[in-house]
């Protein structure tokens, strides 16, 4: 079993900056996606940022120039690093992992999310 925990998140003036952090653990023999997503109340889940293990990153456009994903396989962890944030940053931010095992590929697991509230 594999479990994500994210940290990093709070509240934060329009502006400022926070970086989140996500820690897998159990039993993942290489991660090969790491992914941070976005729900704010009332919207659907959206992706914000995804890296893969050859180190290619995708952004949904309106965070470009100002998020940056980060994932380190050896730790088993990814980043994000949020600046110049804006109140329709505000939302609950999910991690995800595709990870595959000795035996099991590329299933996906998903955090419980940490929340990101910007005042303006």
């Known amino acids: 079993q594999v479990q994500l925990v994210e940290s990093g998140g709070g509240l934060v003036q329009a502006g400022g900056s926070l970086r989140l952090s996500c820690a897998a653990s159990?039993?993942?023999?290489?991660?090969?996606?790491m992914g941070w997503y976005r729900q704010a109340p009332g919207k659907q889940r959206e992706l914000v940022a995804s890296?893969?293990?050859?180190?290619?990153?995708d952004y949904a456009d309106s965070v470009k120039g100002r998020f940056t994903i980060s994932g380190d396989n050896a730790k088993k962890m990814a980043y994000l690093q949020m600046n110049s944030l804006k109140p329709e940053d505000t939302a609950l931010y999910y991690c995800?992992?595709?990870?595959?095992?000795?035996?099991?590929?590329?299933?996906?697991?998903w955090g419980q999310g940490t929340q990101v509230t910007v005042s303006s």
């Open positions: 890296i893969i293990s050859g180190g290619s990153t």
């Open positions: 995800k992992m595709v990870v595959s095992g000795r035996v099991v590929k590329n299933v996906a697991y």
């Open positions: 159990g039993s993942i023999f290489t991660i090969n996606v």
